[in-house]
């Protein structure tokens, strides 16, 4: 240490050969930033979506709603979701995804607050269309910069990144059934997770990749019905968030309601399931690397549906917990596959190939959550959860396409 500093001090020559080597270690260290800003985005996502779901029973009786009103509100979040997909790729393009995932990031942790405080249920529909709203134009758009990270990088990514918002699913319903257990107030948990989750979004955004270094244009009419091979793969991932989305919306109400299992247990089949599904996504990027997608959806899709039965079918809330573990596991990768894929469609840039995934895929996350709703509310919440098992089939006997050029 002590030479070089005596070195630099002797010539200039030998300041500016030490200065390169430095920006270089910087140039080495910002992607790494970005790497990490992505993953920050995705947890903190996750976590505010697994305390919306941790909550859900908690609004059902603040609002005195049954199932099919509950299913309703789900309902008005995934309008809420198409409506901001119909505009995500072109204000990801017009803004850059960085501008648009802090703002829209922010607020859709800050809308947590209002859960528990709106006036009525008619106020509530109107909050968490607002809600799905942000919420979609936030996914487009940290989804875009995990693909652009992995195109620059050349190896997956897609897979971890996924895996983080499943992490901050299981850290979010952990903590939200550790302080319902605690007696803590419901609406001071949710301002504590809104306000906490809003911080971390804002500042992450501030190292992901610059708008000018993003590989797509504000140009344009906006959102378009997926065609051809983005048509397929928006169907297929239609098939996987009907039966993903199920369990988020109705797990923890399942385990409290059918298995009559106290709500700070309950709140553990949304934990069961996130992380194994977070485990199962961290070790997918290499999954993706052996198997080809085929074979990994069809084998994925196969053993959520055997598990969603296993779940179904038992009393027991500890087999329950396994049972959901397993379709963690079954659903880790059926996402991260196919939104990747659609980023690398010839001739579309990567926000509006994954925009038009994902609008396909929402209006199966919008329609499942309501008919679920509406099944249990003629039948009951177990006969309705077999959609999850017939959905997860239909993946698994569709999986070959999506092995597309």
């Given at each position: 240490m002590a030479g070089q500093a005596i070195t630099g001090r002797r010539t200039g020559a030998c300041r500016i050969r030490h200065r390169p080597l430095a920006l270089s270690n910087l140039m080495m260290d910002f992607p790494a930033r970005m790497r990490w800003a992505s993953r920050t985005q995705f947890f903190g996502s996750g976590f505010v979506f697994a305390t919306w779901g941790v909550h859900i029973p908690t609004v059902k009786a603040h609002y005195g709603v049954n199932e099919a009103e509950l299913g309703l509100a789900m309902l008005a979040a995934g309008v809420?979701?198409?409506?901001?997909?119909?505009?995500?790729?072109?204000?990801?393009?017009?803004h850059g995804a960085r501008s648009m995932a802090g703002v829209c990031?922010?607020?859709?942790?800050?809308?947590?607050?209002?859960?528990?405080?709106?006036?009525?249920?008619?106020?509530?529909?109107?909050?968490?269309?607002?809600?799905g709203i942000v919420t979609s134009v936030f996914d487009v758009a940290i989804n875009t910069e995990a693909a652009q990270l992995e195109l620059r990088g050349g190896k997956p990514l897609m897979s971890g990144m996924h895996g983080m918002f499943s992490l901050g699913g299981m850290v979010g319903a952990m903590t939200g059934g550790a302080a319902i257990a605690s007696g803590m107030a419901q609406q001071h948990h949710l301002m504590l997770v809104a306000t906490a989750m809003a911080l971390s979004i804002a500042v992450s955004a501030r190292w992901m990749?610059?708008?000018?270094?993003?590989?797509?244009?504000?140009?344009?009419?906006?959102?378009?019905?997926?065609?051809?091979?983005?048509?397929?793969?928006?169907?297929?991932?239609?098939?996987?968030?009907?039966?993903?989305?199920?369990?988020?919306?109705?797990?923890v109400l399942y385990l409290h309601q059918e298995l009559g299992s106290p709500q700070q247990?309950?709140?553990?089949a949304y934990a069961s399931f996130s992380?194994?599904?977070?485990?199962?996504?961290?070790?997918?990027?290499?999954?993706?690397?052996?198997?080809a997608p085929?074979?990994?959806?069809?084998?994925?899709?196969?053993?959520?549906?055997?598990?969603?039965?296993?779940?179904?079918?038992?009393?027991?809330?500890?087999?329950?917990?396994?049972?959901?573990?397993?379709?963690?596991?079954?659903?880790?990768?059926?996402?991260?596959?196919?939104?990747?894929?659609?980023?690398?469609?010839?001739?579309?840039?990567p926000a509006r190939g994954i925009a038009a995934v994902s609008a396909a895929a929402y209006l199966g996350f919008m329609a499942g959550p309501p008919v679920i709703g509406f099944l249990a509310q003629v039948s009951s919440l177990t006969v309705a959860l077999y959609v999850v098992v017939a959905f997860a089939a239909a993946l698994a006997a569709s999986a070959r396409y999506a092995d597309v050029p």
């Open positions: 809420g979701a198409l409506l901001g997909l119909t505009q995500a790729s072109r204000w990801i393009g017009r990031g922010t607020v859709y942790a800050l809308l947590l607050a209002g859960l528990l405080v709106m006036p009525a249920y008619a106020a509530l529909l109107g909050l968490l269309v607002v809600f990749l610059p708008k000018e270094s993003t590989a797509f244009s504000s140009d344009g009419h906006g959102f378009r019905l997926p065609r051809g091979t983005l048509a397929v793969l928006g169907l297929l991932a239609a098939l996987g968030l009907i039966a993903e989305g199920a369990i988020y919306d109705w797990s247990q309950a709140a553990l992380a194994a599904m977070a485990m199962a996504r961290f070790g997918g990027d290499a999954m993706r690397a052996r198997f085929a074979v990994l959806l069809r084998g994925s899709a196969l053993l959520a549906a055997a598990s969603m039965t296993l779940v179904l079918i038992t009393n027991l809330p500890w087999l329950a917990l396994a049972g959901f573990a397993g379709v963690g596991v079954g659903f880790a990768n059926v996402v991260p596959i196919l939104f990747a894929t659609s980023a690398r469609v010839p001739g579309v840039e």
